[in-house]
């Protein structure tokens, strides 16, 4: 199985600022990356597929970057609507997720 | 717009067989690939499996042995089974489609999720 690491498990950071959260695959997958965004009592929702696509209708401070097995999930100006749990998936062979970072208010 | 939604009991006794339906509307299930997905109370996602219309289904190894997914093309429906089940079982229980950028899958459509507890 390929397992997902994210990091950190958890951060604290206020409106405005700039957040990246790391994914680090067990084996090279390529760019077979998505993330999605978790909020309490909801279902997932995909932000980014395939390492860097931006989902349909998600805004463009979200961004995703890496191949291989590092990937980056960053959100360039926190709003207050984004504090949520987030997870890497990959798809590449048996899909695995993340253990998940819950982005809380500072 | 595609629709996802599941049903089944919500209560389930130890060693009983786990039995959920989720039903789509507003699109063809015979494209893209659906999959099951749980979350254990306060803990994250984990894929159970998914099943590609005509295709074989795709199983996580740790469950691959009492889970079975089916399609029911008639009713729109995709059918999931978890046997032996143990009060590890009890989670949120969510569906979702699997879309496909060339040959990298993404669920971009997801249930809202039903709660099944094991518990005799």
């Known amino acids: 199985d390929i397992q997902m690491t994210q990091s950190p498990s958890s951060l604290s950071a206020s409106v405005g600022d700039r957040v990246t959260i790391t994914c680090r695959a067990s084996q090279p997958i390529s760019s077979y990356l998505n993330w999605y965004q978790q909020k309490p009592g909801k279902a997932p929702n995909l932000l980014i597929y395939a390492a860097s696509s931006l989902q349909s209708g998600v805004p463009s401070r979200f961004s995703g970057s890496g191949s291989g097995t590092d990937f980056t999930l960053t959100i360039s100006s926190l709003q207050p609507e984004d504090f949520a749990t987030y997870y890497c998936?990959?798809?590449?062979?048996?899909?695995?997720f993340g253990q998940g970072t819950k982005v809380e208010i500072k | 717009q595609v629709h996802l939604q599941e049903s089944g009991p919500g209560l389930v006794k130890p060693s009983e067989t786990l039995s959920l339906t989720c039903t789509v509307s507003?699109?063809?299930?015979?494209?893209?690939?659906w999959s099951w997905i749980r979350q254990p109370p306060g803990k994250g996602l984990e894929w159970i499996g998914y099943l590609y219309y005509g295709g074989s289904p795709n199983y996580n190894p740790s469950l691959k042995s009492r889970v079975t997914i089916s399609l029911d093309t008639s009713k729109k429906q995709f059918l999931l089974r978890l046997s032996s089940v143990t009060a590890a079982d009890t989670a949120v229980y969510y569906c979702a489609r699997g879309r496909a950028n060339y040959v990298q899958y993404f669920m971009d459509v997801w249930g809202k999720g039903t709660t099944v507890t094991v518990s005799s």
């Open positions: 507003g699109g063809s299930i015979s494209t893209d690939n």
């Open positions: 998936q990959q798809s590449y062979n048996t899909w695995t």
